[in-house]
């Protein structure tokens, strides 16, 4: 197949069935893009594109601004019979070049599927973050944690800049649904959104991200010891106050919390696989 033949152009709400078609084999059964096709087709914000070959959708993939410079590439997927024909590599190049062209300083990706991680490092990009997952289930009977404002989590921030495993991080907030930079205005940002728990004396914290099911995610943590066991606790009680099943946590593999998760009833979701955060300079 020549990338040539290829043709990029915005998805239509009329493409709906024809992506849907292509995912299905995607995760057994358990791609995201259906559940969010209706919203990425309608927000003009990002860039969710249909490859056609000869009036044919054979691929799809989104870009989004998110953050100042930074361009988040999702939703990369190709046909199951148009499957290792450089489709995607031609997909990906092109999102390259015109985030490049938009003035994009660098564009980011989250990813746990090795097909997906060649690809990508033979496009140039460099993993930044590898992560486990983790799940505490709910429980009743306890209080939440605190939710710090604005002020207060920029104080924190020396400290939490200064904490054992924090270099594990590349100086992200691994958010499966959009990395930014990891910095004081970023935890007034999150803090702002009510997206941040802190643990007793505020010697621990979470960073919290949308989720993508029924649970509360943290995607950072940082502190140790007896104020991170509190806040992890908290947040298995808070998910319970919620109605939620459970407690999700992404952490990079050797961090001193993965003792803390231990000691507070998390266990791994998926021992085995890994998630990556990926990045390209532009
Ligand atoms: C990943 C995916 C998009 C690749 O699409 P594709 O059009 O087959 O990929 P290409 O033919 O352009 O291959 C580009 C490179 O990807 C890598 N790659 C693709 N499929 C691979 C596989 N099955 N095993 C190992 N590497 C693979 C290779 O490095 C390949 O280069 P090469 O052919 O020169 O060796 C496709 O397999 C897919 O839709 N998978 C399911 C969804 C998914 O995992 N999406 C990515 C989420 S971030």
């Given at each position: 197949m020549e990338a040539t033949e290829l043709t990029l152009r915005p998805m239509r709400p009329a493409d709906r069935d024809r992506a849907i078609e292509i995912t299905k084999d995607v995760w057994e059964g358990r791609d995201y893009i259906p559940r969010v096709f209706d919203r990425w087709v309608s927000d003009a914000g990002a860039e969710f594109q249909a490859a056609e070959i000869e009036g044919f959708v054979v691929g799809l993939q989104r870009l989004r601004p998110y953050a100042p410079g930074l361009m988040w590439y999702e939703g990369l997927r190709v046909a199951g019979d148009h499957r290792r024909q450089g489709i995607a590599r031609a997909m990906l190049d092109a999102a390259i070049a015109e985030a490049r062209e938009q003035g994009f300083h660098e564009m980011r990706l989250a990813t746990r599927d090795l097909p997906a991680i060649r690809l990508f490092e033979s496009a140039g990009f460099n993993a930044l973050v590898e992560l486990k997952w983790w799940r505490g289930v709910r429980v009743e009977g306890g209080e939440p944690a605190r939710m710090p404002d604005a002020t207060e989590v920029r104080k924190l921030w020396p400290a939490i800049a200064a904490?054992?495993?924090?270099?594990?991080?590349a100086g992200i907030v691994?958010?499966?649904?959009g990395a930014r930079d990891l910095s004081a205005d970023e935890l007034e940002r999150l803090a702002s959104s009510g997206l941040i728990r802190l643990g007793p004396g505020g010697r621990a914290i979470a960073l919290l991200r949308e989720p993508w099911g029924q649970n509360i995610a943290v995607s950072l943590l940082a502190g140790r010891g007896g104020s991170l066991r509190e806040l992890l606790m908290a947040l298995r009680f808070e998910a319970d106050a919620d109605g939620l099943n459970h407690v999700t946590v992404n952490l990079p593999p050797g961090h001193p919390a993965e003792e803390d998760l231990k000691a507070s009833g998390y266990d791994f979701a998926d021992a085995e696989n890994s998630a990556f955060v990926y990045a390209l300079k532009l």
């Open positions: 904490s054992a495993g924090i270099q594990l991080y691994p958010d499966m649904n």
